[in-house]
């Protein structure tokens, strides 16, 4: 089926007609199927050339959103939505910024304006998560607490923190003045529990040397939960909404070993799926979730729970 034929289903499925509901009012009697439908909303998501920031393009795509994707890799971002644009049949586009420093995020967004001229939606899925592949890769030494560089902690919160403040601060700004809006932050399972470093062990470190999952992960998925209810409460008077999501770990490769030791502490015995999240973040940036904010949502498998 082509992108157009795509969307024509679509449309006929969810709202018979072509304007997505917007307001509480229109919303009344909406059918289920119709709140989560996000026709022509455009979606800037942050960190989009990460391998969760495409599913989060894809899921808003789906559902006939405008995802623009948003990385410091530009190139990666732009071929991105090059696919998703030719998959979903909508518009979707890639823009290079560095949200870690405020004129770029304004730039950024001033071109979004100009190109669509408004913005429904905000991911803030950008952050600086080491890899369990690239820890192994070296002694666990600069990831502990006790040698954790303070350049690497600055630049771990530049881009998981000040990014989403920034973003947050120029995109709520222009969704207060048109009276609506939808914040989303990703967080962590590690936003409410702390790492349990025993999965990350090597054999034959010392104790001393074992990597660590950083201090700076969990200071920034903890903020970014408490950016949202700041949030929530901040513009809430000008329609617009703030929520969290807050996934665990998504198996992609990792060795058998690590994996066997998290899924040990996952009362459903496994890692996400890649794409176990997109229903999720579509109900949080759409109707179906209007009477939510200032919430986090959990989707960890049960970890969290034991």
Known sequence: MTGAGIQEMRLSLFLGKGMALTTPEQ????????????????AVITGGAGLLGAHHADAIAEMGGRPVLVDID???????????????????????????????????VQRVIERFGHIDILINNAARNPSQQSLDGRTGITSRLEHFSIADWHSDIAVGLT?????????????????????????????????????????GLRDDQQPVKPVSYSVVKHGLIGLTRYLATYWAGQGVRANA?????????????????????IPLGRMAR???????????????????TGANIVIDGGRTVW
């Not at 919303?27 to 455009?42: A, E, K, N, P």
């Not at 790492?195 to 090597?202: E, F, H, M, N, S």
């Not at 198996?251 to 994996?259: H, K, R, Y």
């Not at 890649?274 to 939510?292: G, N, T």
């Open 245 to 265: 999501l807050s996934p665990g770990g998504v198996q992609t490769g990792q060795d058998e070993e690590f994996v066997t030791r998290l899924t040990n502490l």
């Open 274 to 292: 890649e794409d176990e999240y997109r229903a999720a973040v579509v109900f949080l940036v759409s109707d179906a979730s209007s009477y939510m």
């Open 163 to 203: 990014g989403a403040f920034l973003c947050s601060r120029h995109i709520g700004i222009e969704m207060a003045r048109r009276g609506r809006g939808v914040i989303l932050n990703i967080a962590s399972d590690l936003g409410l529990i702390a790492p349990d470093q025993r999965i990350y062990r090597r054999p």
């Open 27 to 42: 919303r009344t009697g909406q059918s289920v199927r119709g709140r989560f439908d996000l026709t022509d909303r455009v």
């Open 74 to 108: 530009g190139d990666q971002a732009k071929a991105i939505a090059d696919r998703v644009a030719k998959r979903y049949g909508v518009q979707a586009v890639g823009f290079s910024a560095d949200i870690s420093r405020a004129e770029s995020v304004a730039v950024m």
